[in-house]
């Protein structure tokens, strides 16, 4: 293959993919500029291609260019934040990789790899504005956030009773607290409960879901930013200092990057924290509670979790029964949601049926007492001049065990396609758990990505 052949493949590579690429050459002038990389930066490729580098983006400082950086010194930076304005003053946000290109013992030119998130960078700093207002007095009266207390923790089984007179103990404390829990056991709940019937009621609560950002944009939410720590930073308190003197709930702390797991240990121990780009020690007082809904030695075995952290977290470690283990709570559960949805529905639907109570005691709930609650909502919309909820109100989705779990069954199918239904069961729940997601699907079936592809493109 002739290298013009190789070039214009090259070019067609670049021209497809998603994300911006930048590439100068030793003489730091443009020689690549995809259409993903001007749409971007609001550009025309003409005016940069073939262009000095220096002379389309003057508004960049030469130090704090990862370009400049790359061909310059050699410096590789990886999915690292910048704001910077284009030719007309329109400020972009970016998240970059910046590679040079090495020939021997000399750098011939730099890559740079960019993804767009000037709009969830606007949100971010939305969030963090109504966060801090939120903290603020006000003459206006506002509706107020729901803030739930231990009284607001039903139960009576044996199980679930120790799990909250446990969670009221380390109310009492200012430690760090870990809860483990399936989704919809209530560990929102309970770090509420542990805040406001605690010594740091009067001071903030906040949440943040670690799962929700990107690295660079959590970073930043938690730590705060400091004014010319970076192009275009700006002055901004994190949730830490916000929530000074009072709680910061971590909900799914395994989904914060390996590498800020780091961060935040060092700040657990120091009590201290510093603004991204900042140079300044900022003393803190707040307490963790943090959260997680997979099993602490799969998380750490997966990497998912820093076992340092992890016994810093779990001072207090709290574990939430699942709903299928509270078998006595269910009628108990159910009959307050129905009380519950009755007052917001406007209805009045008095009692469940037996047909219909044996229909809730039969189920397994996945989702555990938020499934249990989004059945009877379900069932008391549904009704109109009734006053009995019966079996035929509530709508239940068969589990995979209730599906195929009989031998029966697979005597009936054969064993082949029956294991066959088993698998694209297990498969499509738990695409649908990780939002369709093929990589966290494939490490959580401990299969090749490349397998699960080939499963799927089967279905």
Same mark, same amino acid.
């Given at each position: ?54 002379? %389309? ?55 740079? %790899? ?323 997601? %093929? ?21």
């Amino acid at each position: 293959m002739k290298v013009k052949d190789y070039k214009r493949i090259t070019q067609e590579v670049f021209r497809l993919v998603e994300e911006g690429v930048h590439v100068i050459d030793m003489n730091e002038e443009t020689i690549i500029y995809n259409e993903s990389m001007a749409n971007l930066e609001k550009m025309n490729r003409n005016d940069v291609l073939k262009k000095p580098f220096r002379q %389309i983006f003057n508004s960049i400082e030469e130090e704090r260019s990862t370009l400049l950086q790359a061909l310059r010194k050699g410096k590789i930076t990886a999915n690292v934040q910048q704001t910077y304005c284009n030719k007309d003053g329109k400020e972009i946000t970016t998240i970059n990789s910046t590679y040079p290109v090495i020939e021997g013992d000399r750098i011939i030119g730099a890559i740079e %790899i960019a993804r767009n998130i000037t709009e969830i960078q606007k949100m971010c700093h939305t969030i963090m504005k109504l966060q801090k207002a939120t903290l603020e007095p006000t003459d206006v009266k506002d509706h107020k956030i729901k803030k739930y207390h231990f009284e607001n923790l039903i139960g009576q089984n044996e199980e679930f009773v120790e799990t909250v007179n446990r969670a009221k103990k380390a109310a009492k404390s200012n430690v760090a607290v870990l809860i483990y829990g399936e989704t919809g056991t209530g560990k929102e709940l309970v770090a509420q409960s542990i805040h406001y019937d605690g010594n740091r009621r009067e001071k903030p609560f906040l949440a943040q879901n670690c799962a929700a950002l990107p690295e660079s944009l959590l970073e930043g939410i938690l730590f705060g930013t400091s004014k010319g720590g970076f192009t275009g930073a700006m002055d901004r308190a994190g949730l830490f200092e916000q929530a000074d003197g009072g709680t910061l709930l971590l909900d799914e702390i395994s989904a914060m990057p390996y590498e800020l797991q780091g961060k935040l240990l060092r700040v657990l121990q120091e009590d201290y924290i510093r603004r991204v780009g900042g140079s300044k020690d900022i003393p803190i007082d707040v307490r963790i509670i943090a959260t997680i809904n997979e099993p602490v030695d799969y998380l750490i075995k997966k990497g998912k979790l820093r076992k340092d952290l992890y016994y810093r977290l779990s001072i207090i470690f709290i574990d939430m029964p699942p709903l299928r283990k509270r078998q006595d709570d269910i009628m108990l559960l159910a009959e307050k949601f129905l009380d519950k949805h009755n007052r917001l529905n406007g209805k009045e639907v008095w009692m469940l049926s037996e047909k219909a109570k044996e229909k809730l005691l039969d189920h397994d709930y996945p989702g555990n007492v938020r499934e249990l609650e989004n059945i009877i909502m379900a069932g008391v919309s549904m009704i109109e001049d009734e006053h009995v909820l019966t079996d035929e109100h509530i709508s239940i989705v068969k589990t995979k065990e209730e599906s195929f779990g009989s031998h029966a069954k697979a005597m009936e199918m054969g064993l082949d396609r029956y294991m066959d239904l088993i698998e694209k069961q297990i498969i499509n729940e738990t695409m649908v758990a990780n939002n369709g997601n %093929i990589s966290r699907t494939a490490e959580q079936l401990s299969i090749k990505r490349q397998t699960l592809q080939h499963k799927l493109k089967k279905r």
